[in-house]
């Protein structure tokens, strides 16, 4: 068995690789750039070695740094993780050529199938089915326009040694086509260090199905069952869950016989993942194969209790596999959501900055529900501009589909961060989507569902509710530790009023508020006065602790609580609200208090994120149409166009290409 191994990566799926390896008695060495000196992964590993400067085209993908680190700290063998050097053909053949072991697939394996053009040429040499598409070299925006027309719209532009949902776009028009062409290849250059696309015809309502495989260096292949990663935004997965709600056992196996038998084609010897597109109607063609571990990979492990990474360094090894395909077994469901550092409510623009707070729910395994969170943070740390915004993977299983949701929804809302956006309140709201717990799923479920993007959410229905009860036990808790202070004026008993006015920002809910136990009750009053039964609110919530967990009628619920003046800020199933609350006395003032408005920042285009300036597309005096480009920022790998949200004439152009902007600096202005 291999001594010492070193990760060729960062973040998250570092910090997944130590664990494994120390849990069995393999030695770790991390590499880092200059921005990573006080990550986690650092911190974790036994040893660590400075590779560079930020840019990951410095550090993280330069092969020579990562064979000197090996040399260095006597690793035998290297870990790629996902993304950087994990599916470049000249990685393990620069490793083997110094003697070291690479922990992933043959070098022959990953040209055959880690390049997403040859990997389609080889699945249609074995008569795989496959999507149709321009498969050769596509010379510039205009052969790609002439392509997209000969295979009909909509298609897809996809980079070559893509993956991560970098370098993609979906094209309905010519003009989207041209401008798409050249933004993929920008990002797939920026990402991959390798700007070939090619373009193929985007599957109308498709499903995102991809079954893990994996071999050995005998020749045995087996499969995992498979995944369902149709919840996407902008090709990137942000659900992901196993098995798939739409499968059944003979689609399963049909699948898995011909991720087998491509596995096989190419001699493939690792963890890998063949991926499909599949229509509503369980048809489904391949798509590529994922020549590497999956990002999602955890769903997998939790449904078959095979810990993927293990059975990886076992092979590199040179063990063979200790399961066979009979072996194999699916057990309950996983539900994974990916929590990236963005803005949801600023169509998802990435934020960076200082983990100020960060506080995830306890891992743990209990009554059938296991938590897991697959993380490379932690509080003070920093999110960086110059890498994927990742903070975490929350994974839950359960004996169902239904019970690992409803476990998955309550830990996103005990999941607490402050100091940058982050898309848990997305997270949240999409777990309790009907449609998404239904199962009916397709690629296009975001854009389909939340057309106009995520907006902020108003309290309504059975969330408002329970929002204004826990609210009103967080006000009767500060008040009973108010009573508590000693120097009060003494000598009689005050009386508290039941009574509360609840405000969940300028809604109002009636309700009266009282200790029953070790409980609270609370019972909501109607428009004519009318006092409805109680309802017991149980939770061991103090003052000071960033989330009330705890029952309402035995009903598991997470409430986020940040305070603000005279009240409290509450988060929870996609809802973020001020909640004051008040008695009668104060309810009549606050009634009277005017409504203050935000101010009008329409005439201004702001940066919506810290980045670079890649372009301007305007000019000072140029009108503008809606829809229209304004300018391009490139921020964590992404190239994010800005474009104008209404007709109107350039003012003054005030950034210029080349500048690196904070978040909310003034770009340009109108007329």
């Known amino acids: ?139 510039d925006d205009k052969h790609a ?68 495989v994996l071999g050995d260096k005998h020749g045995n292949v087996i499969h995992l069952g498979e995944r369902e990663c149709s919840i996407q935004r902008r090709n990137q997965k942000v659900i992901e869950e196993a098995p798939s709600p739409l499968l059944d056992e003979a689609t399963r196996r049909k699948m898995g016989e011909q991720a087998i038998a491509l596995a096989k084609a190419v001699n493939y010897d690792s963890a890998g993942t063949v991926e499909f597109v599949a229509g509503q109607d369980k048809s489904f063609y391949f798509l590529e194969m994922n020549t590497r571990l999956q990002v999602e990979h955890p769903v997998t492990e939790l449904v078959t209790g095979t810990d993927l990474v293990e059975q990886m360094i076992r092979v590199a090894a040179g063990e063979k596999l200790a399961i066979a395909q009979k072996d194999v077994t699916l057990t309950g469901w996983a539900v994974e959501s990916r929590l990236y550092a963005e803005d949801p409510f600023r169509n998802f623009l ?26 490379g943070v932690q509080e003070g740390g920093e999110i960086s501009i110059h890498y994927d915004p990742m903070i975490a993977k929350l994974v839950t299983h359960a004996p169902s589909r239904a019970a690992a949701i409803e476990a998955q929804a309550t830990a996103l809302d005990a999941f607490y961060i402050d100091g940058i956006r982050h898309n848990i309140p997305f997270l949240s709201a999409l777990m309790h989507h009907p449609r998404w717990r239904e199962g009916r799923l397709s690629t296009g479920f975001i854009a389909e569902e939340f057309p106009k993007g995520f907006a902020v959410r108003v309290p309504e229905g059975e969330v408002a509710r329970r929002i204004a009860t826990v609210g009103a036990a967080i006000d009767h808790v500060l008040g009973e530790r108010k009573r508590q202070i000693s120097g009060q004026m003494g000598g009689r008993v005050v009386q508290r009023e039941r009574r509360r006015a609840v405000w969940l920002d300028r809604q109002e809910i009636s309700l009266e508020v009282g200790r029953e136990g070790d409980a609270i009750a609370i019972r909501f009053v109607d428009a004519e006065g009318k006092v409805g039964n109680p309802q017991l609110l149980q939770s061991p919530w103090k003052p000071g602790d960033p989330v009330w967990q705890g029952t309402v009628d035995d009903h598991l619920i997470a409430v986020q609580v940040r305070p603000i003046a005279n009240g409290v800020r509450l ?89 690196t902007l904070a978040v909310d600096a003034l770009i340009l202005e109108f007329a």
């Not at 326009?145 to 094209?171: C, H, N, Q, T």
């Not at 003032?589 to 890649?614: E, Y």
């Not at 005096?621 to 166009?641: D, F, R, S």
């Open 1 to 139: 068995m291999l001594k010492k191994i070193l990760i060729a990566n960062r973040g998250e799926i570092a910090c997944r690789v130590i664990k494994t390896a120390r849990k069995m008695g393999i030695q770790t060495v991390a590499v880092y750039s200059e921005a990573d000196r006080d990550a986690l992964h650092v911190e974790m590993a036994d040893e660590a070695v400075l590779i560079g400067p930020p840019a990951a085209a410095e550090s993280y993908l330069v092969i020579e740094k990562i064979v000197e680190a090996c040399r260095k700290t006597g690793a035998e063998a290297v870990h790629p993780g996902y993304g950087f050097l994990s599916e470049r053909e000249a990685f393990p053949r620069a490793l083997e050529a110094a003697g070291i072991v690479f922990i992933g697939p043959n070098p022959g394996a990953i040209a055959a199938m880690g390049d997403k053009i040859e990997s389609k040429k080889a699945a249609a040499k074995a008569k795989v089915s496959t999507v149709p598409g321009y498969l050769g070299v596509i010379e």
């Open 350 to 375: 990435p934020s960076i900055g200082r983990l100020v707070k960060y506080r995830p729910p306890a891992e743990a395994s209990k009554d059938g529900i296991t938590v897991r969170n697959d993380t």
């Open 145 to 212: 326009v002439r392509i997209a027309d000969e295979i009909g719209y909509p298609v897809m532009i996809k980079a070559s040694a893509g993956g991560g949902g970098k370098g993609m776009r979906i094209a309905h028009s010519k003009a989207e086509v041209a401008e798409g062409f050249n933004l993929a290849k920008a990002e797939a250059k920026a990402s991959f260090g390798d700007d070939r696309v090619f373009v193929e015809k985007f599957i109308v309502d498709p499903r995102h199905i991809e079954i893990q």
């Open 571 to 659: 988060a929870h199933q996609g809802v973020d609200v001020p909640v004051y609350v008040w008695t009668e006395s104060e309810a009549a003032s606050a009634r009277l208090m005017p409504v203050t408005t935000a101010s009008d920042s329409g005439k201004k285009l702001l940066c919506p994120m810290p980045g670079l300036i890649v372009s301007i597309a305007v000019s000072e005096g140029q009108e503008v149409k809606a829809g229209e480009t304004l300018a391009v920022v490139e921020a964590m790998k992404m190239q994010n166009v800005l474009r104008a949200e209404q007709d109107g004439t350039v003012k003054k152009i005030h950034a210029i290409v080349g500048a």
